[in-house]
């Protein structure tokens, strides 16, 4: 009798093993656009006229962590397929490569954008191919490191490619662009996962006034954030975390793969952390409070080719319509 117990429970355990497994394949494929609407608060100086554009939203697509495959066609012909959203702004926060030989794939894939303004950061999956390791190891504290080993992917001809369609290289730079009647700021850091990044320094050029200021980095460390938050930042955008990639019901994420709490994992939230509820992880409107920075942290859209799972925490891309409240 206890010989048949002790069975049926290792056979529910092996069953509900492979249930999970099976799941965790499927919803890494369940591709997923989140469509949310950013409404910042009005600029503290806006009787300048270039303090509000007269159109009315900014439409942004984010794209973050392809870690594209070659001949990966069902993550291409998604790519592809967003650009009915018809936005009027594309970024790219990092770790688009799997394999060195993926950027011609990567480049069909966005082939549709190219022409549309937009802006870019790399992540270490940029510069460097990735490898099997322990996925245990996710749970453990993490910190920034320096990889030793030779970059392997071909990050220079990338930027060169991504410049050519029309989107400026924001490793450590900055930028000004008009899109639309919106006049944009832009700062960016190479990525902090792998100690590359730093703040450029503050250009004064005697500029007017922009209608937003946009910040992007690839590993959202909480250093990194700040550091956007303090230049000035209103809307910043990362990815890195994979929101976690495995998510338990009431619990949610164990890792961000950075010192980021896990209750942050992935969603738009207000920086500095606390100063709003839960982040949005679905549709939906997000209202910013004033002096505060709007995080737009994506789940991503891949992950290592060594652990293809996914649970709770759907491959995403995210289409942000940003607007601004006029003073009342």
């Not at 997923?32 to 009787?47: A, F, V, Y």
């Not at 490191?145 to 730079?173: A, C, H, I, T, Y």
């Not at 896990?262 to 952390?273: C, E, M, Q, R, V």
């Amino acid at each position: 009798m206890i010989r048949k117990s002790v069975a049926r429970t290792a056979l529910g355990i092996g069953l509900c093993g492979a249930a999970g497994l099976g799941w965790g394949l499927l919803e890494n494929r369940a591709f997923t656009l989140r469509c949310r609407n950013l409404i910042l608060p009005p600029q503290e100086n806006e009787e300048n006229e270039s303090g509000r554009p007269s159109s009315s939203s900014l439409k942004i697509l984010h794209l973050s962590d392809i870690h594209l495959l070659p001949n990966d066609t069902s993550k291409i012909d998604y790519i592809r397929s967003l650009a009915e959203t018809e936005p009027d702004f594309l970024v790219i926060t990092g770790d688009s490569l799997s394999s060195a030989d993926s950027l011609d794939s990567l480049m069909r894939a966005l082939e549709p954008f190219v022409g549309i303004p937009g802006a870019f950061v790399y992540g270490s999956n940029d510069y460097y191919s990735p490898i099997p390791k322990n996925p245990f190891a996710y749970l453990l504290p993490i910190e920034a490191k320096n990889l030793e080993r030779e970059m392997d992917l071909p990050w220079e001809e990338m930027s060169q490619r991504f410049e050519e369609s029309g989107w400026v290289n924001l490793n450590n730079r900055r930028a000004t662009m008009n899109v639309g009647e919106w006049v944009i700021d832009l700062v960016g850091m190479d990525d902090p996962h792998i100690n590359r990044a730093h703040m450029p320094a503050v250009r004064d050029d005697g500029a007017a006034q922009p209608h937003v200021r946009i910040g992007l980095v690839h590993a959202p460390y909480l250093w990194a954030m700040q550091a956007l938050y303090e230049d000035g930042v209103e809307l910043a955008f990362a990815g890195h975390t994979h929101g976690g990639q495995l998510a338990l019901p009431c619990i949610g994420s164990l890792t961000t793969n950075c010192d980021l709490p896990t209750a942050y994992d992935s969603g738009l939230f207000t920086w500095p952390l606390g100063t709003s509820g839960a982040p949005l992880r679905r549709d939906g409107d997000f209202n910013m409070q004033q002096h505060t920075m709007a995080v737009q942290l994506s789940a991503g859209m891949g992950g290592t080719p060594y652990v293809p799972l996914r649970v709770l925490r759907r491959p995403e891309a995210t289409l942000l319509a940003v607007t601004r409240e006029e003073l009342g």
